[in-house]
């Protein structure tokens, strides 16, 4: 079975600072990890995934996220947030050659002026 | 065109009423699921189906009753409504059977039971 964690619940950002969001995830097989964004009162968007090769993916809106496969890792970053970023983030694991796709508890996000 | 479409958005209906969602994907995705988002808003899969067949049916009140007709579509009975029912209920899809990618979710489906 897969697990993730995701180890902030809120991250509080003024705009143009960065942000890194960040995800941790336990399992006995190999997986393909995804982050996804929610806007408010809307479905769940893609914003990069991890299935093979480089460990370091780019993503939609500026935002990339690196694969660390020792510390069972896949934490989000952006190097300068607008108002607009602000969302709910969910890291998600799927095991390579499975169908469920499970879920952190996700991380609200707030950017301020 | 929308990739995943589920009606419908909002549903206001009183406890024991029976109710469906209905959901279609236009992508040729060979995988569908349900996916049920609590008021803290944490995802938790119900139900998957791949090529018509259940896959995954995760603990979930026998209330709750899936139906796949086809590969583009797979809706969500639910019967007996109770007040715990209320969430967000989304619907997703991937194309697992040729190489595993990212699922696609529709806008959701708000329940409110009253």
């Known amino acids: 079975a897969q697990s993730v964690t995701q180890l902030d619940s809120q991250v509080p950002v003024f705009e143009e600072a960065p942000v890194e969001l960040r995800c941790n995830y336990s399992?006995?097989?190999?997986?393909?990890l995804f982050w996804y964004v929610q806007y408010p009162n809307q479905g769940l968007q893609l914003l990069l995934k991890?299935?093979?090769?480089?460990?370091l993916v780019k993503g939609i809106n500026g935002f990339e996220a690196e694969f660390n496969k020792s510390q069972t890792s896949f934490h989000l970053r952006k190097p300068s947030v607008h108002i607009s970023d602000t969302a709910e983030y969910f890291c998600a694991v799927t095991p390579s050659n499975d169908y469920k796709l499970s879920f952190g508890a996700g991380t609200t996000v707030t950017v301020r002026a | 065109d929308t990739a995943v479409s589920q009606t419908p958005k909002y549903l206001v209906t009183q406890m024991g009423n029976d109710k469906s969602i209905k959901c279609e994907q236009n992508?040729?995705?060979?995988?569908m699921y349900w996916y049920k988002q609590d008021s803290k808003k944490f995802l938790k899969i119900m139900f998957s189906?791949?090529?018509?067949?259940?896959?995954i049916n995760e603990t979930v009140p026998n209330r709750f009753s899936p139906k796949s007709p086809d590969k583009a579509h797979l809706n969500l009975h639910i019967n007996s409504l109770e007040l715990g029912d209320s969430a967000v209920y989304f619907c997703?899809?991937?194309?697992?059977?040729?190489?595993?990618?990212?699922?696609?979710f529709g806008q959701g489906t708000r329940l409110t039971v009253v």
């Open positions: 991890y299935l093979s090769g480089s460990t």
């Open positions: 189906y791949n090529n018509k067949e259940l896959i």
């Open positions: 399992s006995s097989v190999s997986v393909y």
């Open positions: 992508l040729g995705h060979d995988t």
């Open positions: 997703a899809s991937s194309q697992v059977g040729r190489g595993n990618t990212e699922a696609f």
